[in-house]
């Protein structure tokens, strides 16, 4: 079946600092792939996406690119802020059949410090 | 865009004593519908989705049920709660509507079972 593999955590950074989080996944088809925050106390927001091969997707400063040589979808961004503190998910949906539910990585929760 | 609303946010139940989350989707027809959880340290796990009325997939054994009476409700139950069931329970859709195709979650439930 499909699986997701995530970077542990917990991250801590310094504010401004680097942030790469590794997202690594295993589809039997052409899945689209996805980042997912969680801010405290709150469901689950949709990050960025990227529907096929070599597409990249980017918000707030986020970017990942879709790897299929590499089955990887690695989430960066260049200085990150005391609010990006959340929980972050990798997730996968196949493009085909009629339940799409997506399947989660474990998480990986960034703390950004001042 | 579609809204979901799910309550309660925070539920402290006995062992033993049953259980009924709620979920009910605004602003579109016909989604898809999922269960989610995440257990303390871990990932979100599906635990059931729905792709209509009365249609309801069972991704794993549980000591939980669900059913979806309404086009845009979906409710998880249990008759006995356990211990391990205490977690963060996340509902959420998925249409199809061109416009605003997508997933949406809801703010989530926080269980713990005493």
């Known amino acids: 079946g499909d699986s997701v593999t995530q970077m542990e955590g917990p991250v801590t950074l310094s504010e401004e600092a680097f942030l790469t989080i590794n997202c690594t996944y295993t589809?039997?088809?052409?899945?689209?792939l996805f980042w997912y925050v969680q801010y405290p106390g709150e469901g689950l927001q949709l990050l960025l996406k990227?529907?096929?091969?070599?597409d990249k997707g980017s918000n707030k400063g986020f970017e990942a690119t879709y790897r299929k040589e590499t089955t990887s979808f690695h989430l960066e961004k260049g200085s990150v802020q005391v609010s990006d503190s959340a929980v972050y998910f990798c997730?996968?949906?196949?493009?085909?059949?009629?339940?799409?539910?997506?399947?989660f990585g474990s998480g990986t929760q960034l703390t950004v410090l001042p | 865009s579609q809204t979901i609303h799910q309550w309660p946010a925070t539920l402290v139940q006995p062992v033993g004593s049953p259980l009924s989350l709620e979920c009910t989707v605004e602003?579109?027809?016909?989604?898809?519908l999922y269960w989610y959880r995440q257990a303390a340290g871990r990932g979100l796990q599906l635990l059931f989705y729905?792709?209509?009325?009365?249609?309801i997939s069972s991704e794993v054994p549980q000591n939980l049920s669900a059913s979806r009476p309404q086009d845009r409700q979906f409710i998880l139950s249990s008759k006995k709660l356990l211990l391990s069931d205490s977690g963060f329970y996340l509902c959420?859709?998925?249409?199809?509507?061109?416009?605003?195709?997508?997933?949406?979650f809801g703010s989530g439930t926080r269980l713990t079972v005493v």
């Open positions: 997730a996968l949906t196949e493009s085909s059949g009629s339940a799409r539910q997506l399947t």
């Open positions: 589809a039997t088809g052409y899945p689209s």
């Open positions: 990227a529907t096929k091969a070599d």
């Open positions: 602003g579109t027809s016909n989604p898809n």
């Open positions: 729905s792709v209509g009325i009365g249609q």
């Open positions: 959420a859709c998925y249409t199809r509507d061109r416009v605003v195709r997508g997933y949406t």
